[in-house]
């Protein structure tokens, strides 16, 4: 069955560390709490829209009880007993008058607390039952129109700022072939603590992440699903400072998949690292409930760091990707882990280089769709190159057995891809997979050779990482600037001042009822 | 032929050969074979072959196109437009301040009075960067403090003296009432007014909708547009502060 022949008890030790390293952070996250867990608490339980600047009711609302009575209680106790107090059972009404300062929030204690936490919690499961509802709707679509008739499943990015524009382009891709359609989200929204609201026409370089626009390309991707006989998924972002509202929102407007990494915010966009993991966790628990599989940002790492030395990094990042999914309830089948095709092309054997990686993530997670990412930093205006390191980068694909195919642009280094770059990059797909679709059967390295040792070399570095990991502390490691080549440290970065330790009362019914989904067997 | 004067080259010297790709958005038919023929000779390619004609779509066509054309081109008639600084690649400019500067490059980055557009900034100055370019966080050498969004005049300033900031970039992206001319003048002059001029630091602006010739009017160095990427950021920071550092630029300033 092995192809690398890799050393299980090395292997067994990888992710023993993996957990070691990813416990610590796991336990700082159930103890502290961040406006964007509390908005995500407030929008399952039926909170909704913005004031007319676009500030959505739940910020106001969090802000009001934050100013009231602080973070560390949660919110869903202060809201719960003013709106009892109040008489204004409608939360969006109950954050209007909050926002207009006519109400005052205090944690509530005796039968007040009991009677909260018993509304605050059926309003929450309401929320939760409506996400399970989604996630049946979406088992039902698939038993009809049935999964794409291929692995790799074909994965493909609009991305043109108009959610208008993007449903038509997605239609059509998903009529070439597309199994999975992402939309690129807008530069910098990542970095707003807050979600848009409604639908949107201008973006960024992409289309913003909104409930609105959720609904809108869903429900596209559903009439399109009918028409080509298969169930076209859709993928969006769960990153950045709003990562457990988008989750939810995502779970509520049944998306399928979401870029969901337990790192990528710290290094990429400098978020503080506790507000990321803190975020991270509830909003893979979310993703857990709602059946959306996540795909992980090891590929980003390639970007900066070279793909050779890095190799081992994107091992290490993977395993900690595992043990923080599964630690909040995620199956193998929704692991979605990143890796990719970023080998200078002019180093000798890089294809075989890139085999022995791309096998690597393969055999060690056996069970999980990997997502398999093209060629980006080695791409250049060169087209009809790049044409051709997209073919090698599919044949990879087809080879080792990924699961998520993100289809390479032979234009990526030029422009938003034009229609045609799209067509002439899925022909590219189309002739590997039907040219050699099987091939992975008859692919079986040389015992001792170049591929075998090759991964037998980045799984040992990346068990050597762990090792180091697990004696500084995964915080620390990431100060030190262990991934990619930022620094950052825990006291540091974007939205720290939304982040609180849990006091002693904190409730939060949404974790509740997660947490304990979670240890059902 | 004159030695200035070339045609494009296919396997003969003098062939003229091009070949070009395009979509027209017309199903594939004859008369759509027909336009492709029509537009290739409007551009000058007469004669002109398709190749190669794929319909994508209900109604989209793509066609390659092969063929003479008959524009010629005078190498003596060609102007380029000079960068007023070399565009360097990241390993150069990272070098260049390494061996001259002998230290990192220290740069502050604001959104500044209420706008809280961050995208620019962002991606000039976060790893991430833009358009497939990292960001100046990503250079060894420049030490990066990004400062965010409505940063108040006075903090930045605050903070620049406090880093020892060598440039101070401003990122504007409202209009408002002229809210961006508003607020890079004032910041413009809370700078020299903190700072003796032979330590002032280097005043960077950018925004879409600013002119890049605005520089002296606004008070600063330098203005960068729409679409200006982190490494042309990156290459001016480089020229005005390492290699092309004229003594006199700081004490005229």
């Keep these: ?521 | 032929m004159t030695g200035s004067i070339v045609r494009p080259y296919g396997d003969t010297t003098g062939d003229g050969m091009v070949q070009m790709s395009f979509t027209l958005p017309v199903p594939l038919d004859k008369r759509a074979e027909g336009a492709a023929l029509q537009l290739a000779g409007k551009m000058g390619v007469d004669p002109a072959m398709v190749v190669h004609a794929k319909q994508m779509g209900a109604g989209h066509t793509f066609f390659v196109i092969y063929g003479r054309v008959n524009h010629l081109v005078d190498l003596s008639a060609v102007r380029v437009v000079e960068r007023d600084f070399p565009l360097l690649a990241p390993k150069e400019i990272n070098q260049l301040i390494r061996q001259r500067l002998r230290r990192r490059l220290v740069v502050v980055g604001a959104c500044i009075g209420t706008d809280a557009h961050t995208v620019g900034i962002d991606a000039i100055l976060n790893l991430k960067g833009v358009a497939g370019e990292k960001g100046l966080e990503y250079y060894r050498e420049f030490a990066v403090v990004n400062l965010g969004a409505q940063v108040s005049v006075p903090e930045l300033v605050e903070r620049a003296r406090a880093e020892r900031a060598d440039a101070v970039l401003v990122s504007q992206v409202v209009t408002q009432r002229d809210a961006h001319l508003l607020n890079v003048r004032e910041m413009a002059a809370a700078v020299r007014e903190a700072f003796p001029a032979h330590r002032r630091p280097l005043l960077v602006v950018g925004g879409p909708r600013f002119d890049e010739r605005m520089a002296g009017e606004l008070g600063v160095d330098r203005i960068f547009g729409r679409g200006t990427t982190p490494r042309e950021v990156a290459s001016y920071l480089v020229h005005a502060l390492v290699t092309n550092r004229p003594a006199q630029r700081r004490a005229a300033a």
């Design chain 1, 1 to 521: 069955m092995s192809k690398l022949d890799l050393d299980p008890a090395l292997v067994r030790r990888a992710r023993r560390l993996a957990r070691k390293a990813g416990k610590p952070v796991v336990d700082l996250a159930r103890g502290h709490t961040t406006v964007s867990v509390e908005r995500a608490v407030l929008r399952l339980a039926g909170v909704t829209g913005a004031d007319p600047d676009g500030i959505p009711w739940v910020n106001h609302l969090v802000d009001a009880v934050v100013a009231d009575v602080g973070l560390g209680h949660g919110v869903a106790l202060p809201v719960f007993a003013a709106a009892a107090a109040s008489g204004v059972d409608d939360l969006t009404l109950l954050a209007q008058k909050a926002a207009a300062g006519s109400v005052r929030f205090e944690v509530p204690t005796g039968r007040a607390a009991t009677a909260a936490r018993r509304a605050a919690r059926r309003s929450v499961a309401a929320g939760i039952r409506r996400i399970d509802r989604r996630r049946a709707e979406r088992d039902r679509l698939i038993r009809r129109h049935g999964d794409p008739k291929q692995r790799p499943w074909i994965y493909l990015i609009v991305a043109t700022g108009d959610i208008y524009e993007d449903i038509g382009q997605a239609q059509a891709a998903a009529r070439e072939g597309a199994d999975v359609i992402a939309v690129i989200r807008s530069t910098g929204q990542s970095l707003l603590d807050y979600v848009p609201e409604g639908a949107t026409r201008e973006g960024f370089a992409g289309t913003y992440a909104t409930q609105e626009n959720f609904r809108l390309m869903r429900a596209a991707l559903d009439e399109v699903s009918a028409e080509v006989g298969r169930y076209v998924r859709l993928t969006n972002y769960a990153s950045g400072l709003c990562m457990p509202e988008i989750a939810t929102l995502a779970g509520l407007e049944r998306l399928d998949m979401m870029l969901n990494d337990s790192m990528y915010g710290i290094l990429f966009r400098d978020i503080n690292p506790i507000r990321t993991f803190v975020d991270q966790r509830f909003s893979r628990q979310i993703h857990a409930r709602a059946g959306i599989i996540i795909n992980t940002g090891e590929d980003n790492y390639l970007t900066t760091a070279d793909a050779v030395e890095a190799a081992h990094t994107v091992t290490v990042s993977q395993l900690l990707n595992e043990y923080f999914a599964h630690e909040a309830g995620l199956a193998d089948w929704q692991l979605g882990l990143g890796h990719a095709f970023e080998i200078d092309p002019d180093l000798p054997e890089s294809f075989r280089l890139e085999l022995a990686h791309a096998l690597l993530a393969r055999e060690l997670f056996p069970r999980a769709p990997l997502k398999w990412m093209p060629p980006t930093r080695h791409m250049t205006g060169d087209v009809f190159r790049g044409n051709l390191l997209d073919g090698f980068f599919n044949l990879a694909g087809v080879l080792t057995g990924q699961g998520i195919l993100l289809v390479g642009m032979m234009t990526e280094a030029v422009a938003t891809p034009w229609l045609s770059d799209r067509d002439i990059a899925l022909q590219n797909v189309r002739y590997v997979l039907n040219a050699c679709g099987g091939l992975r059967e008859d692919f079986v390295p040389a015992p001792g050779g170049f591929i075998q040792r090759r991964a037998a070399t980045v799984l040992a570095e990346a068990v050597e990482l762990l090792e180091r990991i697990v004696e500084d502390g995964l915080l620390t490691a990431i100060a030190e600037g262990t991934f990619g080549i930022m620094k950052r440290p825990p006291d540091q970065g974007k939205g720290l001042d939304g982040v609180a330790r849990h006091e002693p009362d904190y409730y939060n019914p949404a974790t509740e009822i997660l947490d304990a989904h979670r240890e059902t067997p």
